[in-house]
C-alpha cells in the first residue's frame, strides 16, 4: 500500500511517500481501506515540532501521521461483531496515539468506528472525526451544556469552532460565536445567534453573561474570556494544559471554572456523531480538498490558520 511517513520533523519536504505492507490486525481491530482523511493543527504540529512529535509518538520513528479516516470496511478481526466487510465507516483513529491515517489501509480499533451516514460523503465524513469530537466533548461531556445555556464559541469558523456552533445550536443553547468580519455570515449560517468581529470589539464589553465559553485561542482571548463568563460558569479551553497564571486568579476570583481537555477516542462520542450527520443537525464545511499527492499543500493550507471549515485529503 502507499503511505507518507516522517522520519523527523521539519518542513513538508520531510512527508515521504513510500510503498509498505499493510497493517495487521488485531482481533479487535477492522481493516478499513480509506477514502479520505482530514488534516488537523495537530498533524501540523507534529510534522513540523520535535517536541510535538515526540510527545505523541516518543522514540518511535518513522511514524505516519493522521488519525481522522472515512472508507470501506476489508477485513475483521475475529472478536469483531459490529461491522462487516463492506460497511462503510468513519472515525478518529487511536488519539490520543498512533492512528497511521496517512495510508491507503488503516487499522482500527472497532470502538473507535462508527457506520457511515448514507446522506454524507466519505469527504464530509473524514472532515467530522476529530474537530466534531472535540466540539463534542467539551460542550457535553465537560461543559454539561443545557438547553437554554448562553454559549460563546471562539474561532467559529474553525474546524472546531464550527462543529460547536451546530452542536452548541442542537442542544438548543444561544450561540455567540466570534471570527473576523470576512467569516460573519458563514457562522450565522451555522445557526449562531450572534456574531463579534474579534478585531473590531471586544468581546467582553458585548458579554458578560455566558454560561459556557470555548476557547480555541487561550492567551489574551482566555483572560478576557473570564469577564464573558458568569460566576459560577465555565470555560473550557483547547490549545494547551498550561494556562497562564493571571487567567487562573482572575477566574478564581470570579468562580469561574477554567477546564482543559483534550480529545479522545470514544465510542460514544463518534456514535452521537454519527446520529447528528444523519439528522443534519451537523454539517462540515469542506475548505479545501487535496489528492493524497498533494498531502503536502494540505499541511501548508492549515498552517495559513486562515482555514474555514476543514481541509480534506482524498486517498
Do not use: C
Not at 489574551?220 to 459560577?232: I, K, M, P, Q
Not at 493571571?246 to 456523531?273: C, D, G, L, R
Amino acid at each position: 500500500m502507499k503511505a507518507v511517513i516522517l522520519k523527523e520533523a521539519g518542513s513538508v519536504q520531510n512527508l515521504q511517500f513510500v510503498e509498505m505492507e499493510r497493517p495487521t490486525l488485531p482481533a479487535d481491530g477492522v481493516l478499513v481501506k480509506v477514502a479520505s482523511i482530514s488534516i488537523n493543527p495537530v498533524d501540523v504540529k507534529a510534522r513540523a515540532y520535535d517536541g510535538v512529535l515526540g510527545w505523541i509518538f516518543g522514540e518511535e520513528r518513522p511514524v505516519i501521521l493522521g488519525w481522522d479516516i472515512s472508507g470501506a470496511v476489508v477485513e475483521t478481526g475475529k472478536e469483531v461483531t459490529g461491522f462487516k466487510i463492506g460497511d462503510e465507516v468513519f472515525g478518529m483513529v487511536n488519539f490520543f496515539g498512533n492512528g497511521k491515517a496517512y495510508a491507503e489501509y488503516v487499522a482500527s480499533p472497532a470502538k473507535h468506528l462508527a457506520l457511515k451516514p448514507q446522506n454524507t460523503t466519505h469527504q464530509q465524513a473524514a472532515a467530522s472525526t476529530m474537530a466534531a469530537s472535540t466540539a463534542y466533548q467539551a460542550l457535553v461531556d465537560v461543559a454539561k451544556i443545557k438547553n437554554g445555556n448562553k454559549v460563546l464559541i471562539h474561532g467559529a469558523s474553525g474546524g472546531v469552532g464550527h462543529f460547536a456552533v451546530q452542536v452548541a445550536k442542537y442542544f438548543g443553547a444561544y450561540v455567540i460565536g466570534t471570527s473576523s468580519a470576512k467569516n460573519r455570515d458563514f457562522v450565522l449560517s451555522l445557526g449562531a445567534d450572534e456574531h463579534i468581529d474579534y478585531t473590531k470589539a471586544n468581546f467582553a464589553e458585548k458579554v458578560q453573561d455566558a454560561d459556557i465559553v470555548l476557547d480555541t485561542i487561550q492567551g489574551e482571548t482566555l483572560l478576557h474570556s473570564v469577564d464573558a463568563v458568569r460566576s459560577g460558569g465555565i470555560i473550557v479551553t483547547l490549545p494547551s494544559p498550561e494556562i497562564q497564571q493571571e487567567a487562573k486568579e482572575k477566574a478564581n476570583v470570579k468562580q469561574v471554572n477554567i477546564e482543559f481537555m483534550m480529545v479522545a477516542s470514544k465510542n460514544e462520542t463518534i456514535t452521537a456523531i454519527a446520529r447528528l450527520l444523519e439528522k443534519g443537525a451537523l454539517k462540515p464545511h469542506l475548505h479545501k480538498t487535496f489528492p493524497f499527492e498533494e498531502i503536502a499543500k494540505a499541511h501548508i493550507e492549515v498552517e495559513t490558520n486562515r482555514v474555514v471549515g476543514k481541509v480534506v485529503v482524498d486517498i
